[in-house]
Nanobody, 121 residues
Framework: QVQLVESGGGLVQAGGSLRLSCAAS????????MGWYRQTPGKERELVGT???????NSANAMEGRFTISRDNAKNTVYLQMNSLKPEDTAVYYC???????????????WGQGTQVTVSS
């Protein structure tokens, strides 16, 4: 079985920072894509950003450069560093990964349980 476990959400004031982590574990052969989505009540899930496997570590910017997604393939972990947070960033943040499990022929999409990020004004 494969699991994605997130951590790092919470309450922060506007202008502050938070760092989310998501670790994949279980019967993993390889991970292609890892990244983050977010969702607010009544809205569709929104892409924050994803990274495709390759280098042992890589990163990309998102949300007008305020967020940085990074990945450590050796640890099967993806991070979301969020700086200069705004109240409109308040959402449940979901980790996402496209994983080929041991013994499987096809990759599957996996989601974390979600972690709440609340930014107060």
């Amino acid at each position: 079985q494969v699991q994605l476990v997130e951590s790092g959400g919470g309450l922060v004031q506007a202008g502050g920072s938070l760092r989310l982590s998501c670790a994949a574990s279980g019967s993993i052969f390889s991970i292609n894509v890892m990244g983050w989505y977010r969702q607010t009540p009544g809205k569709e899930r929104e892409l924050v950003g994803t990274l495709t496997g390759g280098a042992s570590t890589n990163s990309a910017n998102a949300m007008e450069g305020r967020f940085t997604i990074s990945r450590d393939n050796a640890k099967n972990t993806v991070y979301l560093q969020m700086n200069s947070l705004k109240p409109e960033d308040t959402a449940v943040y979901y980790c996402y990964a496209e994983i080929l499990s041991l013994g499987s022929r096809y990759r599957r999409n996996y989601w974390g349980q979600g972690t709440q990020v609340t930014v107060s004004s």
